[in-house]
């Protein structure tokens, strides 16, 4: 392992500092970040490449058994130039040497007066930071190279987020907020009126509404006769006498 080396000023990128993430599918799980270089600090640049050299030299005797790769991969790219894919890299690496740096182990996280830094919004993609770096030979599966380890990290200023997002308080301007029950000052932009939220209502129990009840519907009946009254037969008159006949008639 090299000696550790700061880089005094540099742009972040893709900052991974509080929570580990692979790289890739089905890699380990890492801190790390990219970190943007401006190719004018050739001090710094030179420092990189004098630990990337002291890193060769011990994997050499050591890593490597005494059989170093002839063209080891190392993770400081020429912004200028393409990404190991091959595709030209981002408009914000112009002009600029690209590290992308990383560790197992949790970086320290440091703000301007080297107090530990919490709220990890405070540290994004954008913003300018010393990085503190050393370099080490590695031989995993059967890839050789000089990795970079990141050690820590020590946020400097603001700058423009990167990834498209857009500072809002740079097309804002400060409103003064009058007191509660006083005017507006004179000049102040007026408010905007904002109704008071309704107070809370606590849910109603629902009346109690019996079942209506259903009644029962009559039945259709089918037609059924009425058997005739009894009537009697009718009375036989004799018609020799013109009388009733009164039991059998003999003839008849």
Same mark, same amino acid.
């Not at 629902?206 to 009946?221: I, K, M, R």
């Not at 089918?222 to 009733?244: E, K, L, V």
């Given at each position: ?11 972040? !990128?893709?900052?991974?500092?509080? +929570? ?23 001090? +710094?640049?030179?420092?990189? &490449?004098?630990?990337?050299? #002291? ?24 912004? &200028? ?21 990383? !560790? ?13 830094? +919490? ?31 990141? &050690? ?14 857009? &500072? ?48 029962? #519907? ?17 009375? #036989? ?16």
């Amino acid at each position: 392992m090299s000696e550790p080396v700061v880089i005094t000023k540099a742009r972040i !990128s893709y900052p991974n500092l509080f +929570t580990p993430k692979p790289a890739f599918a089905g890699g380990d799980p890492k801190y790390s970040l990219t970190a943007l270089i401006p190719k004018s600090a050739a001090d +710094t640049k030179a420092r990189l &490449d004098a630990a990337a050299n #002291q890193a060769y030299q011990e994997g050499t005797n050591g890593t490597w058994n005494g059989n170093p790769p002839p063209n080891p991969s190392l993770t400081l790219y020429d912004g &200028d130039g393409y990404t190991p894919k091959g595709e030209a890299w981002g408009d914000e690496c112009k002009g600029h040497w690209v590290l992308r740096a990383s !560790s197992m182990n949790p970086p320290q996280v440091l703000d301007a007066t080297c107090k530990p830094i +919490t709220n990890q919004t405070d540290v994004y993609a954008g913003c300018y930071a010393s990085v503190l770096v050393h370099f080490y030979a590695y031989n995993t599966a059967g890839n050789r190279g000089i990795g970079c380890g990141l &050690d820590g990290i020590q946020k400097l200023t603001d700058g423009e987020p990167l990834g498209g997002k857009v &500072d809002a308080k740079k097309y804002f301007t400060p409103q003064a907020q009058p007191a509660f029950g006083q005017p507006p000052q004179p000049g102040a932009t007026p408010q905007a009126y904002q109704p008071a939220p309704p107070a809370f209502q606590p849910p109603q129990a629902p009346t109690y509404q019996p079942a209506p009840q259903a009644y029962p #519907q009559p039945q259709p009946q089918s037609y059924q006769p009425q058997a005739p009254a009894y009537q009697p037969a009718p009375t #036989q008159i004799d018609p020799i006498t013109g009388r009733p006949v009164v039991g059998p008639v003999m003839g008849m």
